[in-house]
């Protein structure tokens, strides 16, 4: 993958920003908005509780744990499946207008060309993953200081 110097400072500013923030929900927030996730949309705020609670424990079940756990806090009465379905229809909203460079550092796949939308558990486990990064980096710059 090739980057012009103009989309690999954007992206470094994308980092930056990220890597300012002290905890994992706000991480979360603006990774999600920098990948065009509606804000305004119920899957915003189950993505960004699902990524906080995939963050406190990566082995847990997403239909068995995560997804019933943000219904109940979001007490939606459908229960954990209005939740799936919500993430799943914010995801696609995101990927169909997405701009794919930034898709592509977040989420490789197939060679450096993304084919297909990741789907909630990879979404969720993957910008999980990039949070612990940043944090393990924010603390290796504090033990350096």
Known sequence: MRFRS????????LLTRVFQERDVRSIATVMLLELGIPA????????RSAIEMR???????????????????YRTGDGWKHVDQAIR???????????????????LRNCGKM???????????QISSIIELCQKCREADHERV
């Open 6 to 13: 103009y989309e690999m400072l954007r992206y470094l500013q």
């Open 40 to 47: 305004d949309s119920d899957g915003f705020q189950y993505l």
């Open 55 to 73: 963050h406190a424990d990566p082995m847990a079940n997403f239909t068995k744990g995560i997804y019933p756990k943000v219904a109940q806090f």
């Open 89 to 107: 229809r914010s995801v696609r909203a995101a990927w169909n207008g997405r701009e794919a460079e930034k898709w592509e550092l977040f989420f």
């Open 115 to 125: 084919a297909i939308c990741p789907s909630n558990k990879v979404f969720i486990s």
